[in-house]
C-alpha cells in the first residue's frame, strides 16, 4: 500500500483530488493535512472522512513539526501540495499570507521530502506564472513573468522545486494548470461567484469589457494529469496541464445565463479592480503531459453544464459558506464600491 500526504484537502482541487485517487487506486491510502483557512471546509470533506482509506490533520504546511511528525507517524511516501492561498483578488488587498503558504509552505515540504527520503514531491502550481500572452501558447519553457502578487508568491514556490531538484536531487515535479472548475470551488472565484450569485437573481460583476481570456480545464481532468505526473513525470520537470479550454469570461458569462435561463441585464460591467495586474490571455500547450501518454476527457461546454446542475443541487453547501462573516466581509470590502445597493 502506498501513503500520499494530500495538503489542502479541503479545498476545492484537493478535495476533488483525494475522491480522485481514493476511487482509481484501491492501494492508496490518503493523509489530509489542511490549515482550514476561509477556504478550508470540513463540509467539503464530509463524503471523503466516511473513507478508511483517509485520514485528516489540521495543520499549516509551513509547520515543519508539524509536517514531520505526520510524515513518520503515517510512513508517507509522496507528497502532493495543493495548500495555497489562490486567489488573486485577495492577493491584491493582504499579500503577506501568501508569501507564507506559497513560498515558505512549499521550501518547508520539500526539505521534509529530502530529509525522509521521500518517493516523489508533486508541487501544484499555474499558468498564472508564465503572466499573459496576447497570441502565444504557454511551454514549460515560457520565461516566468507573473503579475500578481498571488503569481508571484507561486512563482517563488515553484522556484523553489527547481532548486530543491538541482542543489540535493530532491524528487520534486511541477504541473501548471489553467484555471479550473468543477464541483466543490469556493464561491469567490468566476464561475462558482457568478453561478450562485444568478441562482439568486443578483447582478454579477464582470470586469472591464469581459474581453479576457482564461484557459479552463474541469478539474476532474486536472485531477487526472496531476496523478499521471505523479506516476510517469521525470524528477525535476515542469508539465503542463490544459484541455484547450480558451474562452472569454464575457462568453462565459452569457453560457451561464443561458443555461440558468437568466437575463442579460443581469450582467454589471465594473470597473476593472485588477487594474495593470489583470492578465489579459491565458492559453496552454500541454503537449508535453500529453507526449507520456495524458489526454483530457471533458469538453468544456457539457462539463460547464454539470457544473451549474451541481450547484443548482447543493445549494446547502454553498449557502452555509455565503452565509460566514468572512465571506461576506470580503464580497463587502472588494465590491461594495461597485455593486452598491447590488450587494
Ligand atoms: P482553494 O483556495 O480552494 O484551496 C486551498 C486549500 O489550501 C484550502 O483548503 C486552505 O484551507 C488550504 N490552505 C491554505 N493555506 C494553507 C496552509 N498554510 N497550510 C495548509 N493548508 C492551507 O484552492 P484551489 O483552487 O483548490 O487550488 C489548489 C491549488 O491549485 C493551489 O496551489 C492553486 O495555486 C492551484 N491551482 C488552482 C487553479 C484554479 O483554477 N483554482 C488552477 C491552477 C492551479
Ligand atoms: O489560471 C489559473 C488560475 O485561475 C489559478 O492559479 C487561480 O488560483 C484561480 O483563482 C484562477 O485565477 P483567475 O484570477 O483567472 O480566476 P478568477 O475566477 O478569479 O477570475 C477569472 C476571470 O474572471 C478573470 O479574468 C477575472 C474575471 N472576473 C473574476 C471575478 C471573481 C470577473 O470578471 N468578475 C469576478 O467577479
Known amino acids: 500500500m502506498k501513503t500520499l500526504l494530500v495538503t489542502g484537502c479541503a479545498g476545492f482541487i484537493g478535495s476533488n483530488y483525494c475522491r480522485y485517487v481514493l476511487q482509481k487506486d484501491a492501494d492508496a491510502r490518503v493523509i489530509g493535512l489542511d490549515a482550514l483557512t476561509y477556504a478550508g471546509n470540513l463540509s467539503t470533506m464530509h463524503d471523503l472522512k466516511q473513507n478508511t482509506r483517509f485520514c485528516f490533520y489540521p495543520g499549516k504546511i509551513q509547520d515543519d513539526t508539524v509536517v514531520s511528525g505526520i510524515i513518520q507517524a503515517e510512513k508517507v511516501d509522496y507528497i502532493v501540495n495543493f495548500a495555497a492561498e489562490s486567489h488573486n483578488d485577495r492577493s491584491l488587498l493582504n499579500p503577506a499570507e501568501f508569501i507564507q503558504t506559497d513560498v515558505a ?101 464582470l470586469y472591464g469589457d469581459g474581453s479576457q481570456v482564461r484557459d479552463w480545464v474541469f478539474v476532474e481532468d486536472h485531477c487526472s494529469g496531476i496523478h499521471h505526473v505523479l506516476e510517469h513525470g521525470e524528477p525535476g520537470q515542469v508539465y503542463n496541464i490544459g484541455a484547450d479550454g480558451e474562452q472569454t469570461n464575457i462568453a462565459v458569462t452569457r453560457m451561464l ?41 471533458h469538453e468544456f461546454s457539457a462539463s460547464l453544464e454539470c457544473t451549474v446542475k451541481w450547484y443548482s443541487s447543493r445549494q446547502n453547501w454553498w449557502r452555509e459558506i455565503l452565509a460566514k462573516p468572512d465571506y461576506q466581509a470580503f464580497i463587502k470590502r472588494f465590491y461594495g464600491k461597485y455593486l452598491g445597493e447590488d450587494l
Open 105 to 205: 509552505g512549499v521550501f518547508t515540504l520539500l526539505d521534509a521530502t529530502r530529509k525522509f527520503g521521500l518517493r516523489r514531491m508533486l508541487h501544484v502550481s499555474t499558468d498564472e506564472v508564465y503572466g499573459s500572452t496576447i497570441d502565444g501558447r504557454f511551454t514549460e519553457q515560457t520565461p516566468l513573468e507573473p503579475n500578481t502578487p498571488y503569481s508571484a508568491s507561486k512563482a517563488g514556490g515553484d522556484l523553489q522545486c527547481r532548486a530543491h531538484h538541482i542543489a540535493y536531487n530532491t524528487p520534486v515535479v511541477v504541473t501548471r494548470c489553467g484555471n479550473n472548475f468543477g464541483p466543490w470551488q469556493y464561491p469567490e472565484k468566476l464561475l462558482p461567484f457568478f453561478i450562485t450569485r444568478l441562482i439568486d437573481n443578483r447582478r454579477v460583476p
Open 257 to 297: 445565463l443561458e443555461l440558468l435561463g437568466k437575463p442579460e441585464s443581469l450582467i454589471k460591467h465594473i470597473p476593472d479592480p485588477r487594474g495593470n495586474a489583470h492578465d489579459r490571455r491565458y492559453s496552454i500547450d500541454a503537449s508535453r503531459l500529453k507526449s507520456l501518454g495524458w489526454q483530457p476527457e
